[in-house]
């Protein structure tokens, strides 16, 4: 499937024939709260009430709100999420929201696609 864009043009999602989600967000944004309720939103319309690993690229990502962080305590149709960065810092503030809050399913930060890849679709799920 071609990737659609999420409501408000900040992000784009796809499920790939590999069977994992892949959302984008676009390079230098600040993930608002809206935002990351427009990609849930999307995602519920292409997985029909499935679920399914999902990738974050959120490498680039500027900044992430207070509001945002709180969406994703929120139930999604992903089963897992790799939440993709670039950097040392992307990972200690990925780390630090994790540590803060319930998510719904296993996550995990890497700054590696290819590990990213490797566990969500090889790891077994709790």
Request: glycine letters at 8%; hydrophobic letters at 40%.
């Amino acid at each position: 499937m071609e990737p659609i864009t999420v409501n408000g043009g900040k992000g784009t999602i796809e499920l790939g024939t590999d069977g994992i989600i892949h959302l984008a967000w676009k390079p230098g944004i600040v993930l608002e709260g809206d935002d990351v309720h427009a990609a849930m939103a999307t995602l519920r319309e292409i997985t029909d009430g499935s679920e399914y690993p999902m990738l974050v690229d959120m490498g680039t990502t500027k900044a992430v709100t207070r509001q945002a962080k709180s969406v994703f305590e929120i139930p999604s149709a992903a089963s897992r999420i790799a939440l993709l960065g670039s950097s040392p810092v992307d990972r200690i503030i990925a780390n630090f929201t994790m540590g803060r809050q319930a998510l719904p399913c296993p996550t995990r930060f890497f700054i590696s696609r290819d590990e990213a890849l490797k566990w969500l679709l090889h790891t077994p799920l709790p």
